[in-house]
Protein backbone atom coordinates (compact mmCIF):
# COMPACT_ATOMS: atom_id res chain seq x y z
CA UNK A 1 0.00 0.00 0.00
CA UNK A 2 1.35 3.87 -0.87
CA UNK A 3 0.17 6.03 1.00
CA UNK A 4 0.85 10.05 0.31
CA UNK A 5 0.48 12.77 2.49
CA UNK A 6 0.21 16.33 1.79
CA UNK A 7 2.06 18.71 4.34
CA UNK A 8 2.37 22.26 4.43
CA UNK A 9 5.51 24.22 6.67
CA UNK A 10 3.71 26.91 8.21
CA UNK A 11 5.17 29.31 10.95
CA UNK A 12 5.11 27.85 14.42
CA UNK A 13 1.71 28.77 15.41
CA UNK A 14 2.39 27.25 19.32
CA UNK A 15 4.08 31.32 20.06
CA UNK A 16 2.46 33.79 22.75
CA UNK A 17 0.73 36.42 21.26
CA UNK A 18 3.21 39.55 22.07
CA UNK A 19 5.60 38.30 19.29
CA UNK A 20 2.71 37.55 16.66
CA UNK A 21 3.14 40.50 14.19
CA UNK A 22 1.34 40.59 10.60
CA UNK A 23 2.62 42.58 7.73
CA UNK A 24 -1.00 44.13 6.70
CA UNK A 25 0.55 45.04 3.32
CA UNK A 26 1.42 41.65 2.28
CA UNK A 27 -1.38 40.46 4.20
CA UNK A 28 0.61 37.67 6.31
CA UNK A 29 2.23 37.01 9.39
CA UNK A 30 6.05 38.14 9.70
CA UNK A 31 7.77 35.33 10.59
CA UNK A 32 10.91 37.22 13.31
CA UNK A 33 12.65 34.91 14.75
CA UNK A 34 10.55 32.38 15.07
CA UNK A 35 11.16 28.49 13.59
CA UNK A 36 9.26 26.90 11.16
CA UNK A 37 7.26 23.36 11.83
CA UNK A 38 5.06 21.14 10.20
CA UNK A 39 1.07 22.27 10.24
CA UNK A 40 -0.20 20.26 13.35
CA UNK A 41 -2.86 18.58 11.34
CA UNK A 42 -0.50 17.90 8.92
CA UNK A 43 1.84 16.21 11.62
CA UNK A 44 -1.08 13.74 12.82
CA UNK A 45 -1.91 12.80 9.31
CA UNK A 46 1.64 11.74 8.81
CA UNK A 47 1.49 9.72 11.92
CA UNK A 48 -1.19 7.72 11.17
CA UNK A 49 0.06 6.87 7.96
CA UNK A 50 3.11 6.19 9.71
CA UNK A 51 1.30 3.47 12.11
CA UNK A 52 0.10 2.24 9.38
CA UNK A 53 3.43 1.49 7.84
CA UNK A 54 4.26 -0.16 10.88
CA UNK A 55 0.82 -2.44 10.36
CA UNK A 56 0.59 -3.08 7.18
CA UNK A 57 4.14 -2.35 5.29
CA UNK A 58 2.81 0.73 3.92
CA UNK A 59 4.89 3.24 1.71
CA UNK A 60 4.53 6.26 2.60
CA UNK A 61 5.26 10.00 0.24
CA UNK A 62 5.25 13.26 1.96
CA UNK A 63 4.42 16.25 -0.66
CA UNK A 64 4.52 19.69 0.39
CA UNK A 65 4.45 22.84 -1.86
CA UNK A 66 6.87 25.79 -0.40
CA UNK A 67 10.27 27.46 -1.11
CA UNK A 68 13.37 26.01 -0.71
CA UNK A 69 13.32 25.84 3.00
CA UNK A 70 10.06 23.40 3.21
CA UNK A 71 12.67 21.04 2.76
CA UNK A 72 13.22 21.28 6.28
CA UNK A 73 9.47 20.04 7.11
CA UNK A 74 10.17 16.85 4.44
CA UNK A 75 13.48 16.00 6.59
CA UNK A 76 11.01 15.85 9.31
CA UNK A 77 8.75 14.06 7.78
CA UNK A 78 11.08 11.69 6.61
CA UNK A 79 12.50 11.22 10.09
CA UNK A 80 8.93 10.42 11.40
CA UNK A 81 8.75 7.43 8.84
CA UNK A 82 8.18 8.74 5.77
CA UNK A 83 9.88 6.80 3.21
CA UNK A 84 10.46 9.23 0.40
CA UNK A 85 9.76 13.26 -0.16
CA UNK A 86 9.15 15.24 -3.02
CA UNK A 87 8.87 19.35 -2.48
CA UNK A 88 7.17 21.35 -5.12
CA UNK A 89 8.45 24.93 -5.74
CA UNK A 90 8.31 27.36 -8.43
CA UNK A 91 8.49 31.29 -7.97
CA UNK A 92 4.90 31.32 -9.49
CA UNK A 93 3.89 29.18 -6.58
CA UNK A 94 3.06 32.32 -4.65
CA UNK A 95 -0.17 33.47 -2.52
CA UNK A 96 -1.89 30.65 -3.84
CA UNK A 97 -5.65 29.86 -3.01
CA UNK A 98 -7.13 26.33 -2.47
CA UNK A 99 -8.09 26.08 -5.79
CA UNK A 100 -4.57 26.28 -6.85
CA UNK A 101 -3.22 24.21 -4.46
CA UNK A 102 -5.54 21.51 -5.30
CA UNK A 103 -4.54 21.69 -8.97
CA UNK A 104 -0.89 21.52 -7.86
CA UNK A 105 -1.25 18.70 -5.66
CA UNK A 106 -3.09 16.83 -8.45
CA UNK A 107 -0.26 17.29 -11.18
CA UNK A 108 1.86 16.08 -8.44
CA UNK A 109 -0.04 13.03 -7.80
CA UNK A 110 -0.45 12.13 -11.18
CA UNK A 111 3.28 12.29 -11.55
CA UNK A 112 3.59 10.16 -8.34
CA UNK A 113 1.39 7.73 -10.16
CA UNK A 114 0.35 4.63 -8.00
CA UNK A 115 -1.12 5.16 -4.94
CA UNK A 116 -3.76 4.01 -2.41
CA UNK A 117 -4.15 6.86 0.23
CA UNK A 118 -4.22 10.71 0.25
CA UNK A 119 -3.98 11.92 3.63
CA UNK A 120 -4.27 15.65 4.49
CA UNK A 121 -4.44 17.38 7.51
CA UNK A 122 -8.13 18.49 8.40
CA UNK A 123 -6.96 21.99 8.05
CA UNK A 124 -4.21 24.21 7.85
CA UNK A 125 -3.01 25.58 11.84
CA UNK A 126 -2.09 29.27 9.58
CA UNK A 127 -5.09 30.61 7.46
CA UNK A 128 -7.44 26.79 8.97
CA UNK A 129 -9.74 27.34 5.57
CA UNK A 130 -9.90 23.22 5.48
CA UNK A 131 -10.54 23.25 1.64
CA UNK A 132 -7.48 21.73 0.29
CA UNK A 133 -8.40 18.33 0.97
CA UNK A 134 -12.11 17.93 -0.36
CA UNK A 135 -10.72 20.07 -2.98
CA UNK A 136 -8.62 17.64 -4.23
CA UNK A 137 -10.91 14.55 -3.55
CA UNK A 138 -13.10 16.50 -5.82
CA UNK A 139 -10.70 17.54 -8.75
CA UNK A 140 -9.14 13.79 -8.59
CA UNK A 141 -12.96 12.47 -7.89
CA UNK A 142 -11.69 10.31 -5.09
CA UNK A 143 -14.03 9.13 -1.93
CA UNK A 144 -13.77 11.84 0.43
CA UNK A 145 -13.79 10.93 4.43
CA UNK A 146 -13.56 13.75 5.99
CA UNK A 147 -12.45 14.21 10.03
CA UNK A 148 -11.09 11.08 10.32
CA UNK A 149 -8.74 9.93 13.42
CA UNK A 150 -7.46 6.63 12.04
CA UNK A 151 -7.36 3.73 9.65
CA UNK A 152 -7.10 -0.10 8.98
CA UNK A 153 -7.58 -2.38 6.02
CA UNK A 154 -10.56 -4.36 5.72
CA UNK A 155 -11.07 -6.97 2.75
CA UNK A 156 -9.33 -5.25 -0.15
CA UNK A 157 -11.28 -1.70 1.24
CA UNK A 158 -10.18 0.56 3.92
CA UNK A 159 -12.07 1.41 7.25
CA UNK A 160 -11.64 4.66 8.40
CA UNK A 161 -12.60 5.64 12.14
CA UNK A 162 -13.66 9.27 12.92
CA UNK A 163 -14.72 10.68 16.37
CA UNK A 164 -18.02 12.19 17.03
CA UNK A 165 -19.57 13.82 19.52
CA UNK A 166 -19.65 11.14 22.41
CA UNK A 167 -18.60 8.15 20.06
CA UNK A 168 -17.29 7.45 16.56
CA UNK A 169 -18.36 6.36 13.18
CA UNK A 170 -16.79 4.03 10.68
CA UNK A 171 -16.71 4.73 7.35
CA UNK A 172 -15.64 2.16 4.63
CA UNK A 173 -14.63 3.45 1.16
CA UNK A 174 -12.77 1.37 -1.69
CA UNK A 175 -9.28 2.62 -2.92
CA UNK A 176 -7.80 4.99 -3.91
CA UNK A 177 -8.82 7.47 -1.44
CA UNK A 178 -8.86 10.74 0.37
CA UNK A 179 -8.72 11.79 3.96
CA UNK A 180 -8.61 14.32 6.15
CA UNK A 181 -7.15 14.08 9.10
CA UNK A 182 -8.32 15.00 12.52
CA UNK A 183 -6.56 14.77 16.26
CA UNK A 184 -7.36 11.98 18.61
CA UNK A 185 -5.97 10.07 21.08
CA UNK A 186 -4.66 7.07 18.99
CA UNK A 187 -2.95 9.81 16.92
CA UNK A 188 -0.20 11.98 18.58
CA UNK A 189 2.42 12.92 16.69
CA UNK A 190 5.80 10.74 17.86
CA UNK A 191 8.99 12.55 18.41
CA UNK A 192 11.73 12.90 15.92
CA UNK A 193 14.96 11.75 17.44
CA UNK A 194 18.34 13.84 16.59
CA UNK A 195 19.87 10.60 15.03
CA UNK A 196 16.81 10.24 12.78
CA UNK A 197 16.91 13.60 11.96
CA UNK A 198 20.24 13.55 11.08
CA UNK A 199 19.99 10.67 8.51
CA UNK A 200 16.73 12.30 7.05
CA UNK A 201 19.04 14.76 5.96
CA UNK A 202 21.18 13.19 3.93
CA UNK A 203 17.99 11.48 2.39
CA UNK A 204 17.97 13.31 -1.63
CA UNK A 205 14.83 15.72 -1.42
CA UNK A 206 13.38 15.54 -5.55
CA UNK A 207 12.43 19.29 -6.17
CA UNK A 208 9.43 19.44 -9.07
CA UNK A 209 8.68 22.96 -10.73
CA UNK A 210 5.71 24.42 -12.60
CA UNK A 211 7.21 23.23 -15.84
CA UNK A 212 8.06 19.46 -14.68
CA UNK A 213 4.17 18.83 -13.42
CA UNK A 214 3.01 20.67 -17.17
CA UNK A 215 1.16 23.24 -14.94
CA UNK A 216 0.65 27.10 -16.49
CA UNK A 217 1.28 29.53 -13.93
CA UNK A 218 -0.71 31.74 -14.25
CA UNK A 219 -3.99 29.06 -14.01
CA UNK A 220 -2.91 28.46 -10.27
CA UNK A 221 -1.37 32.06 -9.42
CA UNK A 222 -3.32 35.14 -7.62
CA UNK A 223 -4.59 36.08 -10.61
CA UNK A 224 -6.93 33.06 -10.76
CA UNK A 225 -7.34 32.94 -7.08
CA UNK A 226 -11.08 32.72 -6.58
CA UNK A 227 -10.40 33.08 -2.96
CA UNK A 228 -8.65 36.40 -1.45
CA UNK A 229 -7.78 37.60 1.31
CA UNK A 230 -8.49 41.09 1.48
CA UNK A 231 -7.38 42.38 4.84
CA UNK A 232 -5.72 41.03 7.97
CA UNK A 233 -5.72 42.48 10.93
CA UNK A 234 -5.02 42.22 14.61
CA UNK A 235 -8.34 42.30 16.42
CA UNK A 236 -7.66 44.95 19.61
CA UNK A 237 -8.82 43.66 23.20
CA UNK A 238 -9.91 45.79 25.82
CA UNK A 239 -10.54 43.89 28.89
CA UNK A 240 -9.49 44.60 32.07
CA UNK A 241 -9.33 42.20 34.53
CA UNK A 242 -10.27 42.53 38.15
CA UNK A 243 -8.18 40.90 40.35
CA UNK A 244 -9.31 39.08 43.42
CA UNK A 245 -6.74 39.87 46.14
CA UNK A 246 -6.71 38.41 49.70
CA UNK A 247 -4.45 37.12 52.51
CA UNK A 248 -4.62 34.04 52.09
CA UNK A 249 -5.70 31.13 49.06
CA UNK A 250 -8.99 30.30 51.05
CA UNK A 251 -10.11 33.88 51.71
CA UNK A 252 -9.51 34.67 47.69
CA UNK A 253 -11.72 31.57 46.78
CA UNK A 254 -14.35 32.46 49.21
CA UNK A 255 -13.98 36.34 47.64
CA UNK A 256 -14.09 34.99 44.01
CA UNK A 257 -17.27 33.20 44.94
CA UNK A 258 -18.99 35.91 45.97
CA UNK A 259 -17.94 38.50 43.53
CA UNK A 260 -19.63 35.49 40.60
CA UNK A 261 -22.84 35.85 43.05
CA UNK A 262 -22.88 39.38 42.61
CA UNK A 263 -22.02 39.57 39.05
CA UNK A 264 -25.47 36.68 39.01
CA UNK A 265 -22.92 34.22 37.32
CA UNK A 266 -23.45 31.80 39.68
CA UNK B 1 -34.18 39.29 -5.69
CA UNK B 2 -30.70 38.13 -3.96
CA UNK B 3 -32.07 34.41 -2.84
CA UNK B 4 -30.03 33.03 0.44
CA UNK B 5 -30.37 29.00 0.95
CA UNK B 6 -29.51 28.25 4.27
CA UNK B 7 -28.58 24.32 5.35
CA UNK B 8 -30.17 23.04 7.60
CA UNK B 9 -30.27 19.75 8.60
CA UNK B 10 -31.60 17.99 11.90
CA UNK B 11 -30.83 14.09 12.46
CA UNK B 12 -33.42 11.90 13.80
CA UNK B 13 -32.10 11.75 17.45
CA UNK B 14 -32.33 15.74 17.63
CA UNK B 15 -35.80 15.48 15.92
CA UNK B 16 -37.14 13.36 18.63
CA UNK B 17 -37.46 16.56 21.29
CA UNK B 18 -38.34 19.75 20.93
CA UNK B 19 -35.05 21.72 20.62
CA UNK B 20 -33.33 22.17 17.21
CA UNK B 21 -29.83 22.23 17.05
CA UNK B 22 -28.62 24.96 18.21
CA UNK B 23 -26.28 24.97 15.01
CA UNK B 24 -28.92 25.41 12.88
CA UNK B 25 -31.20 28.42 14.70
CA UNK B 26 -27.08 30.05 14.47
CA UNK B 27 -27.05 29.75 10.58
CA UNK B 28 -30.72 31.04 10.14
CA UNK B 29 -29.61 33.59 12.26
CA UNK B 30 -26.64 34.81 9.97
CA UNK B 31 -28.81 33.77 7.23
CA UNK B 32 -31.70 36.46 8.47
CA UNK B 33 -28.38 39.25 8.96
CA UNK B 34 -27.44 38.67 5.99
CA UNK B 35 -30.93 39.07 4.00
CA UNK B 36 -31.78 42.45 6.01
CA UNK B 37 -28.32 43.93 5.22
CA UNK B 38 -28.26 42.94 1.71
CA UNK B 39 -32.38 43.91 1.52
CA UNK B 40 -34.50 42.80 -1.65
CA UNK B 41 -33.84 39.09 -0.33
CA UNK B 42 -34.84 35.85 0.55
CA UNK B 43 -33.67 33.42 3.34
CA UNK B 44 -35.10 30.20 2.29
CA UNK B 45 -34.35 27.27 4.65
CA UNK B 46 -33.12 23.64 3.06
CA UNK B 47 -34.39 21.07 6.05
CA UNK B 48 -32.88 17.77 5.10
CA UNK B 49 -33.77 14.89 7.21
CA UNK B 50 -35.26 11.44 7.82
CA UNK B 51 -38.38 12.84 9.27
CA UNK B 52 -38.40 16.64 9.28
CA UNK B 53 -41.77 17.68 8.15
CA UNK B 54 -42.79 18.89 11.78
CA UNK B 55 -39.85 21.21 12.16
CA UNK B 56 -40.08 23.13 9.09
CA UNK B 57 -42.95 25.91 10.72
CA UNK B 58 -39.99 26.45 13.92
CA UNK B 59 -37.50 27.25 10.90
CA UNK B 60 -39.75 30.34 9.78
CA UNK B 61 -40.63 31.00 13.68
CA UNK B 62 -36.80 31.49 13.56
CA UNK B 63 -36.20 33.83 10.71
CA UNK B 64 -36.21 31.85 7.41
CA UNK B 65 -38.96 33.48 4.74
CA UNK B 66 -39.49 30.23 3.40
CA UNK B 67 -38.85 26.62 4.37
CA UNK B 68 -38.04 23.96 1.86
CA UNK B 69 -38.31 20.35 3.37
CA UNK B 70 -36.77 17.11 1.83
CA UNK B 71 -37.47 13.80 4.48
CA UNK B 72 -35.80 10.76 3.54
CA UNK B 73 -34.32 7.97 5.44
CA UNK B 74 -30.84 8.20 3.46
CA UNK B 75 -30.70 11.27 5.10
CA UNK B 76 -30.94 9.93 8.30
CA UNK B 77 -27.04 9.14 9.42
CA UNK B 78 -25.83 12.38 7.67
CA UNK B 79 -23.75 10.35 5.46
CA UNK B 80 -21.87 13.59 3.66
CA UNK B 81 -22.07 11.70 0.17
CA UNK B 82 -25.79 11.65 0.42
CA UNK B 83 -25.60 15.01 1.66
CA UNK B 84 -23.84 16.53 -0.76
CA UNK B 85 -25.70 15.16 -4.17
CA UNK B 86 -28.42 15.68 -2.67
CA UNK B 87 -27.34 19.69 -2.31
CA UNK B 88 -26.38 19.56 -5.84
CA UNK B 89 -29.51 18.75 -6.88
CA UNK B 90 -31.13 21.15 -4.81
CA UNK B 91 -28.89 24.19 -6.02
CA UNK B 92 -29.81 23.00 -9.86
CA UNK B 93 -33.41 23.32 -8.87
CA UNK B 94 -33.50 26.60 -7.20
CA UNK B 95 -30.10 28.14 -8.52
CA UNK B 96 -29.42 30.31 -5.20
CA UNK B 97 -27.21 33.33 -5.15
CA UNK B 98 -25.62 32.84 -1.61
CA UNK B 99 -25.59 29.18 0.52
CA UNK B 100 -24.54 29.36 4.14
CA UNK B 101 -24.32 26.23 5.88
CA UNK B 102 -22.97 25.49 9.69
CA UNK B 103 -19.27 25.20 10.35
CA UNK B 104 -19.84 21.60 11.80
CA UNK B 105 -18.32 18.30 10.97
CA UNK B 106 -20.38 17.55 8.20
CA UNK B 107 -21.67 20.89 6.67
CA UNK B 108 -18.07 22.92 6.82
CA UNK B 109 -15.40 19.92 7.15
CA UNK B 110 -17.14 18.21 3.91
CA UNK B 111 -20.32 18.85 1.89
CA UNK B 112 -19.61 22.98 1.45
CA UNK B 113 -16.02 22.59 0.53
CA UNK B 114 -17.02 19.66 -1.72
CA UNK B 115 -20.03 21.54 -3.46
CA UNK B 116 -17.87 24.59 -3.57
CA UNK B 117 -15.58 22.68 -5.79
CA UNK B 118 -18.57 20.92 -7.99
CA UNK B 119 -20.06 24.61 -8.53
CA UNK B 120 -16.55 26.38 -9.80
CA UNK B 121 -17.31 28.61 -6.79
CA UNK B 122 -15.17 30.05 -4.21
CA UNK B 123 -15.83 29.65 -0.40
CA UNK B 124 -15.31 31.43 2.40
CA UNK B 125 -15.14 28.65 6.05
CA UNK B 126 -15.49 29.40 9.69
CA UNK B 127 -17.13 32.47 9.73
CA UNK B 128 -17.71 34.91 12.17
CA UNK B 129 -19.74 37.87 10.54
CA UNK B 130 -19.64 39.69 7.30
CA UNK B 131 -19.78 43.33 5.98
CA UNK B 132 -21.88 43.90 2.78
CA UNK B 133 -20.51 45.89 0.04
CA UNK B 134 -21.89 46.88 -3.66
CA UNK B 135 -19.75 44.89 -4.91
CA UNK B 136 -19.23 41.97 -2.72
CA UNK B 137 -19.56 40.09 0.38
CA UNK B 138 -16.41 40.33 2.59
CA UNK B 139 -16.53 37.07 4.91
CA UNK B 140 -15.04 38.09 8.44
CA UNK B 141 -12.65 34.81 10.25
CA UNK B 142 -10.11 34.23 12.55
CA UNK B 143 -6.70 33.02 11.43
CA UNK B 144 -3.41 32.03 12.78
CA UNK B 145 -5.34 30.65 15.69
CA UNK B 146 -7.36 33.55 16.61
CA UNK B 147 -4.50 35.92 17.05
CA UNK B 148 -5.78 37.92 13.68
CA UNK B 149 -9.12 38.36 11.79
CA UNK B 150 -9.41 38.29 8.25
CA UNK B 151 -11.53 39.95 5.58
CA UNK B 152 -12.13 37.55 2.54
CA UNK B 153 -13.69 37.51 -0.75
CA UNK B 154 -14.75 34.58 -2.82
CA UNK B 155 -15.58 34.90 -6.40
CA UNK B 156 -17.73 32.34 -8.92
CA UNK B 157 -21.22 31.98 -9.10
CA UNK B 158 -22.47 31.72 -5.91
CA UNK B 159 -21.64 33.04 -2.64
CA UNK B 160 -20.81 30.31 0.01
CA UNK B 161 -19.73 30.63 3.38
CA UNK B 162 -19.82 28.16 6.53
CA UNK B 163 -20.57 29.74 9.90
CA UNK B 164 -18.44 29.07 12.85
CA UNK B 165 -20.46 28.21 16.04
CA UNK B 166 -21.32 30.60 18.62
CA UNK B 167 -21.04 33.63 16.10
CA UNK B 168 -24.68 34.26 15.49
CA UNK B 169 -26.75 34.26 18.81
CA UNK B 170 -30.13 32.37 17.46
CA UNK B 171 -33.19 34.81 17.04
CA UNK B 172 -35.85 34.18 19.50
CA UNK B 173 -38.83 32.17 17.84
CA UNK B 174 -41.65 34.55 16.82
CA UNK B 175 -44.59 32.56 16.18
CA UNK B 176 -46.38 35.60 14.40
CA UNK B 177 -43.93 35.29 11.17
CA UNK B 178 -45.11 33.44 8.64
CA UNK B 179 -44.23 31.66 5.26
CA UNK B 180 -43.94 29.67 2.82
CA UNK B 181 -42.99 25.50 3.52
CA UNK B 182 -42.27 23.37 0.01
CA UNK B 183 -41.55 19.48 -0.08
CA UNK B 184 -38.69 19.45 -2.29
CA UNK B 185 -38.84 16.45 -5.28
CA UNK B 186 -35.51 15.24 -4.92
CA UNK B 187 -34.25 11.33 -6.38
CA UNK B 188 -32.07 10.86 -3.14
CA UNK B 189 -31.68 7.21 -3.92
CA UNK B 190 -29.90 7.31 -7.12
CA UNK B 191 -27.36 9.32 -5.18
CA UNK B 192 -24.05 7.50 -5.24
CA UNK B 193 -21.94 7.21 -1.74
CA UNK B 194 -18.64 6.19 -2.03
CA UNK B 195 -18.38 6.03 1.50
CA UNK B 196 -20.55 4.60 3.39
CA UNK B 197 -21.34 4.20 7.02
CA UNK B 198 -20.61 0.58 8.79
CA UNK B 199 -21.04 1.27 12.47
CA UNK B 200 -22.04 4.14 14.72
CA UNK B 201 -21.16 4.00 18.16
CA UNK B 202 -22.83 7.10 19.94
CA UNK B 203 -22.74 7.02 24.17
CA UNK B 204 -24.51 9.02 26.22
CA UNK B 205 -21.48 11.61 27.29
CA UNK B 206 -21.06 11.48 31.00
CA UNK B 207 -21.60 15.38 32.76
CA UNK B 208 -23.32 18.11 31.29
CA UNK B 209 -22.35 18.76 27.61
CA UNK B 210 -19.79 21.59 26.67
CA UNK B 211 -22.58 22.74 24.09
CA UNK B 212 -25.57 22.80 26.57
CA UNK B 213 -23.27 24.22 29.35
CA UNK B 214 -23.85 27.82 31.03
CA UNK B 215 -20.82 27.34 32.86
CA UNK B 216 -17.73 25.19 31.72
CA UNK B 217 -14.83 24.79 34.13
CA UNK B 218 -11.71 24.25 32.21
CA UNK B 219 -8.08 22.72 33.51
CA UNK B 220 -4.89 22.56 31.89
CA UNK B 221 -1.75 21.53 32.22
CA UNK B 222 -0.97 22.51 35.83
CA UNK B 223 -3.55 20.23 36.79
CA UNK B 224 -1.21 17.85 37.09
CA UNK B 225 -2.59 14.70 37.16
CA UNK B 226 -6.34 13.25 36.88
CA UNK B 227 -6.80 13.54 40.78
CA UNK B 228 -6.58 17.49 40.20
CA UNK B 229 -9.35 17.27 37.62
CA UNK B 230 -11.29 14.96 40.01
CA UNK B 231 -11.41 18.44 42.20
CA UNK B 232 -12.39 20.41 38.99
CA UNK B 233 -14.93 17.74 38.61
CA UNK B 234 -16.39 18.56 42.32
CA UNK B 235 -16.37 21.93 41.49
CA UNK B 236 -18.22 21.55 38.13
CA UNK B 237 -20.75 19.31 40.45
CA UNK B 238 -21.19 21.98 42.67
CA UNK B 239 -21.99 24.50 39.64
CA UNK B 240 -23.43 22.18 37.75
CA UNK B 241 -21.00 22.73 35.20
CA UNK B 242 -19.52 21.16 32.36
CA UNK B 243 -15.51 20.07 32.40
CA UNK B 244 -13.11 20.40 29.91
CA UNK B 245 -9.60 20.54 29.26
CA UNK B 246 -6.86 22.21 27.29
CA UNK B 247 -4.53 20.24 24.66
CA UNK B 248 -1.85 18.90 27.00
CA UNK B 249 -4.96 18.19 29.54
CA UNK B 250 -5.87 15.99 26.26
CA UNK B 251 -2.97 14.65 25.59
CA UNK B 252 -2.45 13.35 28.72
CA UNK B 253 -5.64 11.72 28.81
CA UNK B 254 -6.23 13.85 31.77
CA UNK B 255 -10.17 14.54 29.87
CA UNK B 256 -10.63 12.77 26.26
CA UNK B 257 -10.34 14.71 23.23
CA UNK B 258 -14.06 15.37 22.98
CA UNK B 259 -14.10 17.26 25.90
CA UNK B 260 -10.84 19.89 24.04
CA UNK B 261 -11.54 23.20 23.44
CA UNK B 262 -9.22 25.30 21.47
CA UNK B 263 -8.33 25.49 18.13
CA UNK B 264 -7.76 21.65 17.59
CA UNK B 265 -10.93 20.75 19.58
CA UNK B 266 -14.96 22.65 20.60
CA UNK B 267 -15.42 26.17 20.73
CA UNK B 268 -17.38 26.93 23.21
CA UNK B 269 -19.28 30.23 24.74
CA UNK B 270 -20.80 29.69 27.84
CA UNK B 271 -21.48 32.35 30.90
CA UNK B 272 -19.16 31.73 32.57
CA UNK B 273 -15.72 30.45 31.79
CA UNK B 274 -13.69 29.49 34.37
CA UNK B 275 -9.85 28.74 33.44
CA UNK B 276 -7.56 26.97 35.98
CA UNK B 277 -3.96 26.39 35.72
CA UNK B 278 -4.28 28.05 31.60
CA UNK B 279 -1.44 29.81 30.56
CA UNK B 280 -4.23 31.23 27.84
CA UNK B 281 -2.31 30.11 24.78
CA UNK B 282 -3.53 31.54 21.66
CA UNK B 283 -4.74 28.19 20.41
CA UNK B 284 -6.67 27.37 23.43
CA UNK B 285 -8.37 31.33 23.43
CA UNK B 286 -9.48 30.65 19.79
CA UNK B 287 -11.92 28.07 21.41
CA UNK B 288 -13.09 29.49 24.68
CA UNK B 289 -12.46 33.39 23.89
CA UNK B 290 -16.14 33.86 22.95
CA UNK B 291 -17.31 33.35 26.45
CA UNK B 292 -19.20 35.98 28.00
CA UNK B 293 -17.15 36.13 31.21
CA UNK B 294 -13.48 34.40 31.98
CA UNK B 295 -12.12 33.71 35.34
CA UNK B 296 -8.28 33.07 35.34
CA UNK B 297 -6.56 30.87 37.73
CA UNK B 298 -3.29 30.87 37.63
CA UNK B 299 -0.03 31.06 39.43
CA UNK B 300 1.88 32.99 36.96
CA UNK B 301 1.18 36.54 37.09
CA UNK B 302 2.21 37.32 33.62
CA UNK B 303 0.72 34.03 31.92
CA UNK B 304 -1.34 35.83 29.04
CA UNK B 305 -4.88 34.39 29.94
CA UNK B 306 -4.53 37.83 32.36
CA UNK B 307 -5.00 39.74 29.48
CA UNK B 308 -8.25 37.65 28.23
CA UNK B 309 -9.72 37.47 31.58
CA UNK B 310 -12.40 39.30 33.08
CA UNK B 311 -11.81 37.80 36.90
CA UNK B 312 -8.53 36.71 37.67
CA UNK B 313 -6.80 35.41 40.85
CA UNK B 314 -2.84 34.88 41.00
CA UNK B 315 -2.15 31.34 42.99
CA UNK B 316 -1.93 27.95 42.70
CA UNK B 317 -5.25 26.42 41.92
CA UNK B 318 -4.86 24.15 44.97
CA UNK B 319 -4.91 26.96 46.95
CA UNK B 320 -8.03 28.71 45.53
CA UNK B 321 -10.51 25.60 44.49
CA UNK B 322 -11.42 24.05 47.85
CA UNK B 323 -12.61 26.99 49.47
CA UNK B 324 -14.28 28.83 46.16
CA UNK B 325 -15.75 24.76 46.03
CA UNK B 326 -17.28 25.92 49.43
CA UNK B 327 -18.39 28.90 49.11
CA UNK B 328 -19.91 28.07 45.84
CA UNK B 329 -21.62 25.27 47.74
CA UNK B 330 -23.15 27.82 50.70
CA UNK B 331 -24.31 30.23 47.79
CA UNK B 332 -26.08 27.48 46.32
CA UNK B 333 -27.60 26.09 49.24
CA UNK B 334 -29.07 29.13 50.75
Known sequence: MHIVVCIKQIIDPEIPPHVFQIDPVEKKQIRGRQVLVI???????????????????????????GESEAVEALHNALALGADEAILISDPAFENLDSFGTAR???????????????????????????????????KMGLPCVTLAANMAPADGTMRLRRPIEGGYEVLET???????IMNDDSNVPRYVSVRGLRKAMRTEVPVWSAADLGIDPAAVGPEAAQIKLEELFVPEREIRCEFIEGD??????????????????? | MTDILALCTVTDEAASGDELPRALLEVLAAGRQLADQLGDSKLRAVLLGPDVEGHAEALIHHGADEVLVLSHPRLEYHEADVMLGTMEAI??????????????????????????????????????????????????????????????VASGPVQMATVRSRAFEPLPSDPARQGQVQTLE?????????????????????????DQAQIIVCGGRGMEDTEGFSVLDDLAETLGAGVAGSRPAADMGWVPHSRLVGQTGKIVAPNLYIAVAISGAPQHMAGAGASKTIVAINKDEDAPIFKLAHVGIVDEWQNIIPSFNKACKELLSS
Not at chain 1, 44 to 63: D, F, I, P, Y
Not at chain 2, 123 to 146: K, M
Open chain 1, 39 to 65: SLFDEVALEVAVQMKEKAGSTVTALTI
Open chain 1, 104 to 138: ILEAALRKVGEFDAVLCGRQAGDVEMGLVGPFLSE
Open chain 1, 174 to 180: STPFLAT
Open chain 1, 248 to 266: TGAEKGKQLALRLRELKLI
Open chain 2, 91 to 152: VKQSSPDVILSPHDDLGGGNVAPRLAYRLGTGIVTDCTGFVVESDAIRWLRPVYGGKAMAYM
Open chain 2, 186 to 210: IDVDSISAPVSLVEKTQEEEEGISL
